[in-house]
């Protein structure tokens, strides 16, 4: 068995969207640095061949080392992709200072899944009545807020969305492989602020994630 080792020069470098890229070259520019990543991981971190005899201990090793080498491969396209799906949260954050979070659900149960939802929360205004305290939102004002909030959801093209579906989903699943089965899971992937409350601090990606569990009974005679 070899083992190679991926140095950091090497990566391919992440796109970063400037004020004068439009947001569908942003997501072809993100679609290419997944795919180039991919590809450079396969040169990398190459598959053994199986040379051995198949029953002998070094077919086994063989064997081994082909699926140890798709597990490296997948945990770091994992990372990079994570990275990229952080720079939708950092572009997003550039376009519109309320930014709060680009959340992507996901979900899956019955050997199938998918990323479902793409939303972008905003920080809403703190509101004051006459004498300066704090009160809640009258239905109109929410209404704006939710109205606001949608408008920098679309922000985000429909090839752009169209990525952070596949892209997330993959991220899920590769943290969790196999969640999906029998009862499956549910989570969510989010780019939001280290510190909520400090709009300097920097943003990060998280997972939020839940597993469904089945439980039977033998069948009991009550009566």
Known sequence: MTTTTITN?????VPVKTDAMTWECFA???????ETEEARLLRAVPTPELTAERGTQ????????????????????MKFNARLVLE????????????????VEYQGSGD???????????HRPQRFDADGKPRWA???????????????????????KEWLDETCWAI???????????????GQIVVARADDDDLTSPLQLTINHTERVEQSYDEEVLV
Request: charged share 25%; net charge negative; with cysteine.
């Open 88 to 103: 939708v949260g950092k572009a997003l954050a550039a376009a519109v200072p309320t930014f709060r979070s680009l959340d």
């Open 28 to 34: 072809n520019d993100l679609v290419v640095a997944s």
């Open 58 to 77: 070094a077919w086994d090793d063989d064997w081994a080392a082909q699926y140890h080498a798709g597990i490296k491969r997948r945990a770091l396209l």
């Open 9 to 13: 020069t090497g990566t391919t470098p």
């Open 138 to 160: 009258t239905h109109d004002e929410n209404q704006e807020d939710n109205r606001e909030a949608d408008a920098a959801a679309a922000l985000l093209p429909s090839e752009l």
């Open 112 to 122: 199938s899944g998918e990323a479902c939802d793409i939303s972008v929360f905003l």
């Open 172 to 186: 899920a699943y590769d943290r969790h492989p196999g969640f999906e089965i029998d009862a499956g899971g549910f």
